[in-house]
C-alpha cells in the first residue's frame, strides 16, 4: 500500500531514473467517500483503466473483470492517484497506461514485484 503520510510541501520529486521532476507544491487528499460501486476510472488521457468495485480505506478496489491476466482476483488503486470525482467516472492523476503500472495486489505489493 502507498503511504502518502510522509511527502510533505517542498520535498524534491525524483524519477526512477534519478532525474529531477520538481517540488511538491501541496499535498491533497480525494475524499473517496464520493467513490461509489460500478464508477469507471480512467487516466488523466481519459483512457479507461478500470470499473470500481468498492472502496477499502485508502484504496479502490477495481472489479476482477479489470484486473488483466488477474482475472482470478482484485487489483487495488491508491486513492492518492484520484485526481477527482467526474460524475460517474474516477479521473485519476496519471494517464491510464502508467496508472496501470502502480496497480497494488491485495496485500499492498505492486503487481509488477511479482513478475
Known amino acids: 500500500m502507498t503511504d502518502l503520510s510522509n511527502i510533505?510541501?517542498?520535498m524534491e520529486v525524483i524519477g526512477a531514473d534519478g532525474v529531477h521532476l520538481g517540488?511538491?507544491?501541496k499535498v491533497e487528499m480525494t475524499d473517496l467517500s464520493n467513490i461509489?460501486?460500478?464508477?469507471?476510472?480512467?487516466g488523466a488521457d481519459g483512457v479507461h483503466l478500470g470499473t470500481v468495485?468498492?472502496?477499502?480505506?485508502?484504496?479502490?478496489?477495481?472489479t476482477k473483470a479489470d484486473?488483466?491476466?488477474?482475472?482470478?482476483h482484485h487489483h487495488?488503486?491508491?486513492?492518492?492517484?484520484?485526481a477527482e470525482v467526474e460524475g460517474n467516472r474516477v479521473r485519476l492523476s496519471a494517464n491510464a497506461d502508467n496508472a496501470a503500472l502502480l496497480e497494488e495486489e491485495e496485500a499492498g505489493e505492486?503487481?509488477?514485484?511479482?513478475?
Open 8 to 10: 510533505k510541501e517542498h
Open 36 to 42: 461509489k460501486e460500478h464508477m469507471e476510472v480512467i
Open 67 to 72: 484486473s488483466g491476466s488477474h482475472s482470478d
Open 76 to 82: 487495488y488503486l491508491s486513492g492518492g492517484l484520484v
Open 23 to 25: 517540488t511538491v507544491d
Open 110 to 115: 505492486a503487481i509488477a514485484d511479482l513478475k
Open 53 to 62: 468495485d468498492k472502496v477499502e480505506g485508502d484504496r479502490i478496489k477495481l
